[in-house]
T-cell receptor, first 112, second 115 residues
Framework: AQSVAQPEDQVNVAEGNPLTVKCTYS??????LFWYVQYPNRGLQFLLK??????LVKGSYGFEAEFNKSQTSFHLKKPSALVSDSALYFC??????????FGSGTRLSIRP | KAGVTQTPRYLIKTRGQQVTLSCSPI?????VSWYQQTPGQGLQFLFE???????NKGNFPGRFSGRQFSNSRSEMNVSTLELGDSALYLC??????????????FGPGTRLTVL
């Protein structure tokens, strides 16, 4: 069965510090992995994806994520957090012609 | 290029009624997925349509149904509304490349309130 887990409901980070939002997955076959962000009163926006190739993928707004096959993880990272990064982040997983399912979301709060 | 549009943006219904939500995908996108977003349950997958066929389905009761038209526009219908159906319903469209779905582009959602 296909599943994705975001173990942290909330992550709090001071501005300027590095941030990590965790995601683990389970899928049959090769995974397609995505991160999305939802700002207050705005729709979901695509951040980055891993389909194939380099395990480290770079996305919008300075975010990056590392695909780790052995740990079945796809953690989202940023070297230096901004207050404007405060939002709800979703990890999503799919595989060939399968549905894309989303994690429960992690609320990222960056304090000045 | 126009984004994903959803109509209506807001709906208020009473229990027992039915509702139809509409989604127009980005031009050229043939995959359309529907999700239900609630504060407690996050984003729950409802179904996906591709080329007018339902390709994937989530774990929702039969009261939730959908369809896709030849121009890729999609509708979802909820019959016999229950209080628990109050949620934000999101539609997403995507390209299909080399047998897999690319990133999804989301509409603003339809906020359904059931009284």
């Amino acid at each position: 069965a296909q599943s994705v887990a975001q173990p942290e409901d909330q992550v709090n980070v001071a501005e300027g510090n590095p941030l990590t939002v965790k995601c683990t997955y389970s899928v049959s076959g090769n995974p397609y992995l995505f991160w999305y962000v939802q700002y207050p009163n705005r729709g979901l926006q695509f951040l980055l994806k891993y389909i194939t190739g380099d395990n480290l993928v770079k996305g919008s707004y300075g975010f990056e994520a590392e695909f780790n096959k052995s740990q079945t993880s796809f953690h989202l990272k940023k070297p230096s957090a901004l207050v404007s990064d405060s939002a709800l982040y979703f990890c999503a997983v799919g595989s060939s012609a399968s549905k894309i399912i989303f994690g429960s979301g992690t609320r990222l709060s960056i304090r000045p | 290029k126009a984004g994903v549009t959803q109509t209506p943006r807001y709906l208020i219904k009473t229990r027992g009624q039915q509702v139809t939500l509409s989604c127009s995908p980005i031009s050229g996108h043939r995959s359309v997925s529907w999700y239900q977003q609630t504060p407690g349950q996050g984003l729950q997958f409802l179904f996906e349509y591709f080329s007018e066929t339902q390709r994937n389905k989530g774990n929702f009761p039969g009261r939730f149904s959908g369809r896709q038209f030849s121009n890729s526009r999609s509708e979802m219908n909820v019959s016999t509304l229950e209080l628990g159906d109050s949620a934000l319903y999101l539609c997403a469209s995507s390209l299909e490349l080399a047998g897999h779905t690319e990133e999804q582009f989301f509409g603003p959602g339809t906020r359904l309130t059931v009284l």
